[in-house]
């Protein structure tokens, strides 16, 4: 079994997070330029097996559309097409920004390491796939 990749996709920049191989635990895995992220996952695939990506969709309150939706799904039509071997499943990502603040401010972290906005792009991509693993799980 490889490993899942979790992309938390924004116009700057892009959180990611990836399982282990049983896929039991999702891990932070790095921030990425959002025009540097498909040479990036190049890259990793040729190091790491990964059966599939999973990808944070920006919804509204009202579970509309938002700004960040329709990029999102051009994301998601590049990754199906540059890795066709690999499965691409999206999710509703509402909420985990703020969840990942909140994570962050639980830490303890000083006030600097709270404002690295990569830090929160990383665990809201670790959220994401967590979530992504405990519906994945069978009774």
Request: charged share 20%; hydrophobic share 40%.
């Amino acid at each position: 079994m490889g490993r899942v990749l979790a992309i938390d996709p924004g116009a700057r920049r892009c959180g990611l997070a990836v399982t282990d191989p049983l896929r039991i635990i999702a891990t932070a895995l790095d921030t990425v330029d959002t025009t540097a992220l498909l040479p990036y996952l190049q890259r990793y695939l040729a190091t790491a097996p990964v059966d599939g990506f999973v990808v944070g969709v920006p919804r509204g309150l009202n579970g509309g559309p938002t700004d960040g939706t329709a990029p999102a799904l051009v994301l998601v039509e590049h990754l199906r097409k540059s890795f066709p071997n690999c499965f691409v499943e999206t999710v509703d990502e509402r909420f985990t920004s703020v969840l990942a603040e909140r994570t962050l401010l639980a830490s303890g972290k000083g006030r600097q390491a709270r404002r690295d906005k990569g830090q929160l792009d990383r665990i809201s991509a670790t959220i994401l796939l967590q979530d992504w693993l405990k519906g994945q799980a069978h009774p």
